[in-house]
């Protein structure tokens, strides 16, 4: 499968984010009968925030490279306390600093780190030394989607579909949060143990609470048509990318993928779009109503979930509906509770001894 990038009119592929503490502030109590329950309460928080880990490499077993990327590498990692299972993304200094994206990672880790859905791959925290930043995040044992699509060429529309409708409510829930992801891809995807897709990759993202973005960004045969056109943007140009996914999982390659760059964004600009013959009446109309030049006129993502495209295999959920929940275990990286299984998250193993397919993070 060929894939067009447009590496000399378009901002470098990924980049990254900031870290904030937002303070508490306690209630006046009643000076007889709640001023011991007060100075009780204020010294389990000044104990709890004594306590608060400050991580460092020591603190993990480091297992087999998952993947590798432009400023580093990703491994297979185990918190020792815990036997808790991540991965370890370490990235350069220097390659950071030589590159001029500090910044974006700042805002990556800010955005990813306060994101909580499950199909979102979780960062749970960082650290770092004098030449080395070092991200703690979710083990996806699943592997990378691209390749999955690599290796089947199409999906068939059943598993469109549910990819399809993940994403759709992960993105939805960022829109909600006021982020805007503006990289969806196949590459940024990542697949949890049971199969479910997690975004991966928020270093194009933004949180923009004034909506309107102005940055050329992203990947060429992603890219809508107010981006390429130098005009503003905003939330829609996700709902746009959810469109060109759909197109290339079922049928292999980006809807507007042509010979060179001027000729692939002609196609955008005008829209001009091509079906083949063995695509259904459901996925033609969501494609349709997504892939549309007017970014007011795309479907809400919220009403991609009833589409009969997504209800013609799924029952409809509630964005806002607690997902159904397994077994789980307390990941005492940050003490939530993460869904686990013995099959890949046994801690009485070496860590050598869990595998998974190669992730990209980077």
């Known amino acids: 499968m060929n894939r067009t990038n447009n590496k000399e009119n378009a ?67 185990r918190e020792k306390s815990a036997k808790y299972i991540c991965a370890l993304k370490v990235l350069y200094k220097a390659q950071l600093s030589k590159a001029g994206v500090e910044h974006q990672l700042r805002r990556e880790i800010e955005i990813q780190s306060h994101l909580r859905h499950p199909n979102i791959l979780r960062l749970y925290g960082y650290f770092y030394d004098s030449n080395r930043v070092y991200l703690i995040l979710e083990f996806a044992a699943g ?54 897709l997690k975004i991966a990759d928020f270093g194009w993202s933004v949180h923009a609470p004034t909506n309107r973005r102005q940055t050329l960004c992203g990947t060429l045969d992603y890219l809508p048509p107010e981006m390429i056109e130098g005009k503003e943007h905003d939330y829609a140009v996700d709902a746009w990318a959810l469109g060109v996914l759909t197109y290339e999982f079922l049928v292999g390659n980006p809807p507007f993928e042509a010979q060179g760059h001027q000729e692939t964004y002609r196609r955008i600009s005008k829209v001009d779009l091509r079906f083949p013959s063995h695509i259904s009446r459901e996925a033609k109309d969501l494609m349709n109503k997504l892939l549309v030049k007017k970014a007011v006129n795309r479907l809400d993502l919220r009403k991609v979930l009833d589409h009969p495209f997504i209800t013609k295999y799924h029952q409809s959920k509630r964005l806002n509906a607690k997902p159904a929940t397994r077994k789980s275990s307390t990941n005492s990286i940050n003490g939530s509770k993460t869904k686990v299984t013995n099959k890949h998250h046994s801690s009485n193993k070496p860590v050598s001894k869990y595998s998974g397919a190669e992730t990209r993070y980077l």
């Open 11 to 77: 901002p470098p592929r990924r980049v990254k984010l900031k870290q904030h503490k937002s303070a508490g502030s306690t209630r006046s109590v009643d000076r007889n009968s709640s001023s011991t329950s007060a100075v009780s309460n204020a010294q389990k928080r000044a104990k709890k925030k004594a306590k608060k880990k400050k991580w460092n490499l020591q603190d993990f077993d480091i297992g087999k490279p998952l993947g590798r990327g432009k400023f580093g590498s990703v491994y297979l990692a």
């Open 143 to 196: 592997g990378e989607l691209y390749k999955q699509l690599q290796k089947e060429e199409t999906f068939t529309e059943e598993k469109t579909s549910k990819y399809i409708r993940q994403l759709a409510g992960a993105l939805a829930y960022c829109h909600k949060k006021h982020v805007i992801h503006r990289d969806i891809k196949p590459e940024n995807l990542l697949l949890g143990v049971n199969g479910e």
